[in-house]
């Protein structure tokens, strides 16, 4: 299908958070009318410089954050006043950038706590999980907070997996590993969004984030500041410079 007749068929993102403003409690606005989305069957990167508001915008997408304007519309449903658990019932799966396990608990445990909203047999989801992240099957015995860096963010990751959300959203799921386990995990993730399901994530990784990025969003205090294709934001001189070093 072309861009032209999926625009045609009133193709909308999947889920979008547009025109956000919002800040904590009674603080200051820290998102200042910024829009990230992500559609069907894409992989969506946002990137920027530390405390621009990108945890912030993820926070406020999943409905942490009350919103003083803007919307989020999830499948052409506006879903700005739900709570982050009827945001999970809908099919939205978050991974926080902080305290994303249960470090006490074994890995499995932390998999059955990911599997909380439903009540149907979740164990075929969990070896999907498993056969996704081979260690974790390992290791499911052993508490998550005696893994590796890696490891826990495929503890994670896999949580969120395993309510069979409809997007996957993810808050810096490299953040201090190695280069070789953020390429390892870059690949499951690329792997999971090829099942069909969309990816939206901030990333500090910022090029090789954007290399298999389909959308990219570079936001700077709370705005958008450049938005395209992956490839367009690499191949941009002003991205470049500011946020790519050179
Ligand atoms: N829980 C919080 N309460 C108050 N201010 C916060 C909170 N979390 C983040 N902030 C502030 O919001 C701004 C954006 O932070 P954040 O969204 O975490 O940025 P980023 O994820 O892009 O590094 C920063 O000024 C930060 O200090
Ligand atoms: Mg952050």
Redesign the pocket.
């Known amino acids: 299908m072309t861009g032209d007749v999926a625009q045609a068929a009133g193709a909308a993102p999947y889920l979008i958070g547009e025109a956000m403003r919002g800040?904590?409690?009674r603080?200051a606005d820290?998102l200042h009318g910024c829009t990230i989305a992500v559609e069907r069957g894409e992989i969506a990167v946002i990137v920027?410089?530390?405390?621009?508001?990108?945890?912030?915008?993820?926070?406020a997408v999943f409905g942490m954050l009350d919103l003083r304007e803007g919307s989020v519309r999830l499948d052409g449903e506006d879903i700005t006043a739900l709570s982050p658990q009827a945001r999970v019932r809908k099919g939205m799966g978050f991974v926080p950038?902080t305290n994303n396990i249960f470090a006490s608990m074994s890995v499995e445990e932390n998999l059955e706590m990911g599997a909380f909203i439903r009540d149907d047999d979740f164990h075929g989801t969990m070896e999907q999980v498993y056969d996704l992240f081979p260690i974790l099957r390992d290791k499911r015995r052993q508490a998550a907070g005696e893994l590796s860096g890696g490891q826990r963010q495929q503890v994670a990751v896999g949580r969120a997996l395993m309510t069979k959300p409809k997007v996957l959203m993810l808050?810096?799921p490299t953040a201090g590993v190695s280069p070789i386990v953020m390429d390892e995990l870059f690949d499951r993730i690329i792997e999971v969004a090829r099942t069909g399901l969309p990816v939206l994530m901030?990333e500090q990784n910022a090029r090789q984030a954007l290399e298999i990025a389909d959308k990219g969003y570079v936001?700077v205090q709370?705005a958008n500041a450049h938005t395209g294709t992956g490839a367009e934001l690499l191949a941009d001189t002003a991205v470049r410079r500011s946020f790519l070093g050179g």
């Open positions: 800040g904590y409690g603080g820290i920027g410089p530390n405390g621009a508001g990108k945890s912030t915008a993820m926070k950038q808050d810096e901030v936001l709370g």
